[in-house]
């Protein structure tokens, strides 16, 4: 397959990583200083391209690991739906099964979901300390920016790639089209996971 580099930019909403910056960050991450939790929760926003409020807000009783879905109730957009889940995600996910809680990434203190707030805090940690991956300009956000361009540069059609981040249809498509391609989200985001798996290989 043909790849072609993602032009950078640090403008507001612009920026995704690179095919060279994404395979540093899939090295990197493993190994970080990140704690477990905002560990996980980063890769998963990675192989789902949901929102990092949305990741946080996960909880178990929404999860079905046989139909290896998320059910996300309350959204930016206010549109419930089911967030498709790549065999990599469902894998990492069921071995936090261990440990009963309500949430997938709870603070330990509070027994409430972690907050956005706290996994910017972690990365603004590992820089004050020197851990963080030398990547520049980057936020968690990125990431699922990065998926959505990603998912565009493997061929996946237009309308799935959107339906992918939950993105909201406007206009006359908004309207008529009220199919939700769950089908074929789930296809591409295990499209999308292998792809992240041959750049770690």
């Known amino acids: 397959m043909q790849q072609t580099k993602i032009k950078l930019t640090s403008q507001s909403g ?17 190994q970080s200083k990140y704690p477990k939790n905002v560990l996980l929760l980063t890769l998963l926003t990675l192989l789902t391209g949901c929102r990092t409020g949305e990741v946080c807000e996960m909880a178990w009783e929404n999860v079905d690991l046989v139909k290896g879905t998320i059910h996300l109730k309350d959204t930016k957009t206010g549109s419930e739906r089911h967030v498709q889940l790549p065999s990599q995600a469902i894998v990492f996910i069921d071995a936090m099964c261990s440990t009963p809680k309500n ?3 709870e603070a330990k203190r509070t027994n409430r979901p972690i907050s956005q707030h706290f996994l910017n805090e972690s990365s603004n940690r590992l820089r004050k300390l020197d ?11 990125d990431l699922r920016r990065t998926v959505r361009t990603g998912l565009g540069r493997l061929g996946c059609p237009s309308e799935v790639a959107e339906a992918i981040p939950g993105h909201s249809r406007k206009g006359i ?21 292998d792809y992240l798996d041959t750049l770690i290989k």
């Open 103 to 105: 949430y997938l990434f």
């Open 173 to 193: 498509e908004g309207t008529y089209d009220l199919y939700r391609y769950e089908v074929e989200c789930k296809v591409w985001l295990q499209k999308w996971a």
């Open 14 to 30: 612009k920026r995704v990583l690179s095919e060279d910056e994404l395979t540093q960050f899939l090295h990197w991450l493993p």
């Open 131 to 141: 851990q963080m991956i030398d990547i520049p300009h980057w936020t968690p956000h």
